[in-house]
């Protein structure tokens, strides 16, 4: 059977499954649209979050950044898992027992005020609406690439598959069907790295094979590709670091703060039937999180040896010269499967030298050495450019496995991408519906009310998904850090001073979440351009680029939570104590006794 | 909750806990995996340099034994205090 052939099965039955699941649990009251009738077990819930939280770029770009920068590529790996000690500890056990359906809900009860509750909405729609962009677009190339269909088409599918599970089943309906992409997501992703692993070390598990020997030699996997690498100019592997180390230890506490405070990971723990099982549902998280993220460094570091070893073959298996007039493969005697990549973009070969042969190396080293070498063999500068995202979606089919593991790939990154986007407009929609109609417009709602708007906003962030992913602004490339910004400087302290602070009021909070998104917005639109319009960066008036200490504004989240936190303290300390009842609230949440199944009663 | 004072050694017991939770947190990533990572590689475990190791694979186990030895410890503090869940 031919590849195409094979990838409509897989995916094709991946498809029904979800659909079967929507037919199952659809949702005849608030409580199972906006927390899924409040009894999910917390292994299943744990299942469930791993696979909202984990996104099309877990799946299809992470390894290959990681790939790219070497050590340094860590942050993603321990800012993206770290979270969930935070989210465990400081947010989600107090959130259950507090026991209502929003994140907002909980801003505006125990500040007291509506309007802190509506900020709160803001920053919440401001951070799903950005991450929706990059999984709608995630869904077209993979349909795109996979499939050869037209990404339209792809995210037309997407959206479909999505509104049958999304609107009738609301979070029953997506918890189940979560539960069932986490299982295709992780079979997609580990069975590659499986073999690849047995190629090249001879060990079946890919976190041991990535600190094993090269098969049938003595040297570490990690030596080699350290010495591969460098000797084609690029860094050290295990120590490189893209920018300064204060840059990668605050990305990777932006990345922690920014995880714990996301409002849609966080509303997978209202769905637990209580306080016990909110904590232990985190650890299983995290448990099925790490089953991906222990294996993607594994992928990243063997996609670039083998990576290398198709275009230089020799300098890997034999210690040989890459530099030597053979050394390169020729162009056209180039495997297939960088024919099928050249014709999607992805891969790019210009022979600069004109030698039919492909040279890979960096050209833009500092080392003299590989400089000179580089000159005397005639190399004109590096000739291959790869796209990050080949180094998952390729790797199969650069280790020469089977189609129906390169199906299963495509199946995998599209329920990646498809669980975490309908955990987003499960975001969007319960904050629209509970905390902005029921909340603040409609309070006398009934509840078959409720459901219908719940419902009707929905479908409508549905298409507004579909429509951003089929015409992304340009600037859907930085959205990503922006989403993690505002969750880290607005969300995570305001929640993290409501529960751990009995005195914090609402002036205090109002003003922390205002001025920590702010100075946040200012950095990142300082880079990116005033809400990312090309041609606005105002990098000169902040005294140039990365000027805060070298700080990239990826990075900002965590010195936006800082001003968050100060300036609340200031502002709180001015002003006068919250209301009685409130203290006494704060008092409740913190203790689990008297949790009940959440019904969202007010 | 029976009383003020009661109530207060419940919280001072789980800020304790989080504490303790937290330091391990922050030397395992911001310590072993990054500030000293350098250092670390000298010592290797197995083909991996050990800072390496810390970024690239231990933290994230670290982080998972963190998270349900916090879970443990607070059923055992909510037990003491009599707070616990029917």
Known sequence: ?602 | MSSDSQSHAYWRATLGLLAQVLVIWFLVSFGAGIMFAGPLDSIKLGGYPLGFWFAHQGSIYVFIALIFYYAYKMGQIDRRFDVHEE
């Not at chain 1, 006494?584 to 019904?599: A, C, F, K, L, Y």
Request: hydrophobic letters at 50%; glycine letters at 12%; proline letters at 4%.
């Open chain 1, 1 to 602: 059977m031919d590849l195409q052939t094979t990838t409509y099965i897989v995916v094709g039955l991946s498809f029904a499954l979800y659909i079967g699941i929507a037919i199952w649990a659809r949702a005849g009251s608030t409580s199972e649209f906006y927390v899924a009738g409040g009894g999910v077990h917390p292994i299943t819930n744990g299942m469930a979050t791993a696979a909202d939280w984990m996104s099309a770029a877990s799946f299809i770009s992470m390894a290959g950044l990681i790939s790219n920068m070497g050590y340094g590529g860590g942050l993603f790996l321990m800012g993206w898992t770290g979270g969930y000690v935070l989210l465990a500890m400081l947010l989600a056990p107090y959130l259950r027992k507090f026991g209502k359906f929003t994140v907002p809900q909980f801003i505006g009860d125990r500040f007291y005020s509506q309007s802190a509750r509506t900020v709160a909405v803001i920053c919440l729609l401001i951070a799903s609406i950005t991450y929706i962009i990059g999984q709608m677009t995630g869904v077209g190339v993979a349909f795109s690439r996979f499939l050869g269909v037209s990404s339209a088409t792809g995210i037309y599918v997407g959206m479909a598959i999505v509104f049958a599970y999304a609107v009738f089943g609301g979070m029953k309906g997506i918890t189940y069907t979560q539960v069932a992409q986490y299982i295709v997501l992780i079979i997609a992703y580990t069975v590659p790295a499986v073999f690849i692993s047995l190629q090249l070390t001879g060990n079946p598990l890919p976190q041991l094979g990535l600190g094993s020997d090269m098969a049938g030699t003595s040297v570490p996997l990690l030596a080699k590709l350290d010495s591969v690498v460098q000797e084609l100019g690029f860094d050290k592997y295990t120590t490189a670091v893209p920018g300064s180390k204060l840059n990668m230890f605050l990305y990777t506490l932006s990345l922690m703060i920014g995880t714990a405070g996301l409002p849609h990971v966080i509303m997978r723990f209202f769905t637990v039937p209580s306080v016990k099982d909110a904590r232990a549902s985190a650890g299983w998280a995290l448990v099925f999180i790490a089953l991906l993220y222990t294996v993607a460094p594994a992928v990243a570091a063997m996609a670039k040896m083998n990576l290398i070893r198709t275009i230089n073959p020799g300098i890997v298996m034999q210690n040989a010269d890459p530099y030597g007039p053979d050394a390169a493969i020729k162009y056209d005697e180039r495997p297939d499967w960088m024919k099928r990549w050249e014709a999607t973009g992805l891969l790019k070969f210009e022979d600069k030298n004109g030698d039919g042969r492909i040279q890979y190396y960096n050209d833009k080293t500092k080392n003299a050495d590989v400089k000179a070498k580089a000159e005397a063999a005639g190399w004109k500068g590096n000739e291959l450019n790869v796209n990050a995202d080949i180094m998952v979606m390729a790797n199969p089919e650069i280790a020469l496995l089977p189609n129906w593991v390169i199906a299963l790939v495509a199946a995998g990154g599209l329920a990646a991408a498809l669980s975490t986007a309908a955990g987003l407009l499960m975001a969007i929609s319960s904050a629209v519906s509970h905390d902005l109609i029921k909340g603040v417009f409609k309070p006398d709602i009934s509840e078959k009310g409720e459901l219908m708007a719940g419902k009707v906003s929905m479908a409508v962030a549905i298409v507004v998904a579909g429509w951003l992913g089929l015409n992304p602004p340009g600037f859907a490339a930085g959205t990503v850090a922006l989403a993690f910004g505002i969750a880290a400087s607005s969300l995570f302290p305001a929640i993290m001073m409501g529960i751990f602070s009995k005195k914090m009021n609402k002036e205090g909070a109002m003003a922390g979440m205002l001025s920590g998104l702010f100075v946040t917005l200012f950095y990142v639109f300082a880079h990116k351009g005033l809400f990312f319009i090309k041609g606005t960066e105002y990098t000169g008036l902040i005294g140039g680029p990365n000027s805060f200490f070298g700080v990239t504004p990826e990075a900002f989240g965590a010195v936006g939570a800082a001003v968050n936190f100060i300036v609340a303290y200031l502002v709180d300390k001015v002003t006068k104590e919250p209301p009685e009842h409130i203290q006494h609230m704060v008092e409740s949440v913190r203790v689990p006794r008297g949790s009940s199944i959440i019904t969202g009663a007010h």
